[in-house]
């Protein structure tokens, strides 16, 4: 689906009116840090429950970006409806968190990628649990047909943001009411799994850091472990 930005823009308007859907805050904040999306896929959620009832926003979205020749960007919108379970006591901020997601994904596997980040959209709540970085989703079975790997991970996207580590990163938007966060999530394989349980999140950042000094592939649904 090709966007009409203003159009599509309205329409989020209405809804943060309405229910204070943040997804048009979200959205913004998509245009300023990556610009318009190339297009929108809009994934089948949650049938016809109607707000307040909803996990995800009724104008759940993913926006798709082609900036690199290897993989299409995608970025849910509407994820952040719900506050993340339990997260205004593990935050200690009445405020709690809120989750938007990121994944990267070959251009011919984009649309199945969407899919899945429509499925971690939903994921806690329909769960009750609390999700973050280091979180480990077990699929059950392979991410998309194909792939050797049946887990996903959560990190923050220090890929995409360049200002991560700043006073104001992309990948958030405070405000008195509302924290908002971006979550990367790519596909892993069992022996990852295992290893993160093991040894720790850290020590296997650190070993996806060094391969990623070689060669980049968290977005090749069919790549190599590095444990």
């Known amino acids: 689906m090709i966007l ?19 997804a048009a805050l979200v ?9 318009p999306p190339a297009f929108l896929v809009r994934p089948v959620v949650q049938g016809d429950v109607t707000p307040p009832e909803a996990l995800v926003s009724p104008n759940f979205t993913i926006l798709a ?24 006591a593990s935050f200690g901020d009445e405020r709690g968190v809120r989750y938007e997601y990121i994944m990267h994904a070959t251009p011919p596997a984009a649309h199945q990628a969407a899919e899945l980040l429509a499925l971690v959209a939903e994921h806690p709540f329909r769960h009750t649990l609390e999700i973050g970085p280091g979180y480990i989703l077990p699929i059950g079975e392979p991410v998309i047909p194909g792939s050797p790997m049946e887990y996903l991970y959560f990190t923050y996207p220090y890929l995409d943001d360049g200002r991560l580590y700043e006073t104001q990163p992309w990948g958030q938007i405070e405000r008195a009411d ?12 069992f022996s990852e799994a295992q290893f993160i349980r093991a040894a720790g999140v850290e020590a296997f ?8 000094t070689q060669v980049y592939d968290a977005y090749d649904f069919m790549r190599l472990p590095v444990v």
């Not at 959205?27 to 610009?35: A, E, I, P, V």
């Not at 952040?80 to 205004?88: A, T």
């Not at 950042?205 to 990623?212: A, P």
């Open 27 to 35: 959205f913004d904040n998509y245009l300023r840090w990556k610009g």
């Open 65 to 88: 970006y082609e900036t690199n020749p290897l993989y299409t960007t995608l970025c849910t919108l509407g994820a952040s409806y719900q506050i993340i379970p339990f997260s205004r």
């Open 4 to 22: 009409d930005v203003s159009q599509f823009r309205s329409l989020l308007d209405a809804a943060y009116v309405r229910e204070n859907d943040p």
């Open 205 to 212: 950042e650190r070993r996806l850091q060094e391969r990623h």
């Open 178 to 189: 509302q924290l908002i966060q971006i979550q990367w999530v790519f596909p892993i394989y």
